[in-house]
């Protein structure tokens, strides 16, 4: 089974940057599409961005398209997600996800969840 630990969350004034990271132990993710998702409060969870196993596809969620970034390196077993220009809407918990596939965290079924960091945008 693998874990997932995000850090990076925070609070940080609208315009500003974050950068998340989701660092996987007990196994490799090199594999395997990661990808990134949000909740607030009383809301369904939501996808935010995807990447595939060599990084070479990503897809992100329209509102975050152009400001938001997800990578990985492999040999760090780590995926990250820039997050610039974040504006209030964008306060969520953020979670990291390990797909059972490699390309698309939408093209199948999810392995692993982290805990979530919680972001915060203040206005």
């Known amino acids: 089974q693998v874990q997932l630990v995000e850090s990076g969350g925070g609070l940080v004034q609208a315009g500003g940057s974050l950068r998340l990271s989701c660092a996987a132990s007990g196994r490799t993710i090199s594999s395997y599409a990661m990808g990134w998702f949000r909740q607030v409060s009383g809301k369904e969870r939501e996808f935010v961005a995807t990447i595939s196993w060599n990084g070479g596809y990503t897809n992100y969620e329209g509102s975050v398209k152009g400001r938001f970034t997800i990578s990985r390196e492999n040999a760090k077993n780590t995926v990250y997600l820039q997050m610039n220009s974040v504006q209030p809407e964008d306060t969520a918990v953020y979670y990291c996800?390990?797909?059972?596939?490699?390309?698309?965290?939408?093209?199948?079924?999810?392995?692993?969840w982290g805990q979530g960091t919680q972001v915060t945008v203040s206005s």
């Open positions: 996800a390990l797909a059972q596939v490699a390309w698309s965290v939408n093209s199948g079924d999810l392995e692993s």
